[in-house]
């Protein structure tokens, strides 16, 4: 399983776009990226999944670029709502069985 | 529709004693997955489930830890002599199945927190 490295925390301000990079060098050639969200004393939920290029869904965009050795989550006009842990995810979705190995996260505070 | 649900919603227990953890999935979703996940730390994986049998109980961390599935629903895992080492939060994931190369998104539970003393 590919190893990710992202920022441990980050601050925003209410209404800013928050970019979140996700660093995965070792990423396998059929491996997909996902973000997951947890909030406290809940169990992660699953944002946005890609491969390569962009990804945008209702909550996000996801930006790859064509080495996919990273990938950036993309949270548009965050609100205080959106505090949160996100994390960044490795792995080959395989017949329904995708193990995942979650990192700490990145915990993003917003301010109002 | 419902969502994974997980009882008991907290649990407190002492040391040496023996504990189970309940997960509800949803309805029709084949697979199953137990995650622990300690404060300041991501979930770790323990065991997936594929209908009755575990397909992958490569991270489950020594034999106290059990886990079951016997009519491909409602799982327990099962934590013997508890070590005051196995607080945390154990979570519950459930997602469908489908053949080839297909993403199935993972629903998780809101978890049960375990209090070894």
């Known amino acids: 399983l590919a190893k990710t490295t992202q920022p441990i925390s980050m601050d925003s301000y209410e209404g800013q776009e928050v970019n979140i990079t996700c660093s995965h060098n070792n990423i396998a050639t059929n491996d997909y990226i996902t973000w997951y969200q947890q909030f406290p004393s809940q169990g992660p939920r699953f944002i946005i999944q890609g491969y390569k290029t962009k990804v945008t869904n209702e909550v996000a965009s996801l930006f790859i670029p064509a080495d996919r050795k990273s990938s950036t989550l993309s949270l548009p006009r965050v609100s205080l709502s959106d505090t949160a842990v996100y994390y960044c995810?490795?792995?080959?979705?395989?017949?329904?069985?995708?193990?995942?190995?979650f990192g700490i996260g990145t915990k993003l505070q917003v301010i109002p | 529709g419902a969502g994974v649900s997980q009882t008991p919603s907290n649990k407190v227990t002492e040391k040496g004693k023996y504990v189970e953890l309940r997960c509800d999935p949803i309805?029709?979703?084949?697979?199953l997955y137990w995650y622990r996940q300690s404060l300041g730390q991501g979930p770790e994986f323990l065991i997936y489930f594929q209908g009755t049998g575990a397909a992958d109980d490569s991270g489950l961390p020594n034999d106290r830890f059990f886990a079951v599935r016997p009519e491909g629903s409602v799982s327990t895992l099962k934590i013997q002599r508890t070590e005051r080492g196995d607080s945390a939060v154990y979570l519950c994931?459930?997602?469908?199945?489908?053949?080839?190369?297909?993403?199935?998104?993972?629903?998780f539970g809101p978890g049960t927190r375990l209090t070894v003393l």
């Open positions: 994931a459930s997602s469908l199945t489908t053949s080839g190369l297909a993403f199935n998104e993972q629903f």
């Open positions: 309805s029709g979703h084949t697979a």
């Open positions: 995810l490795v792995g080959v979705p395989s017949g329904g069985y995708q193990k995942v190995t």
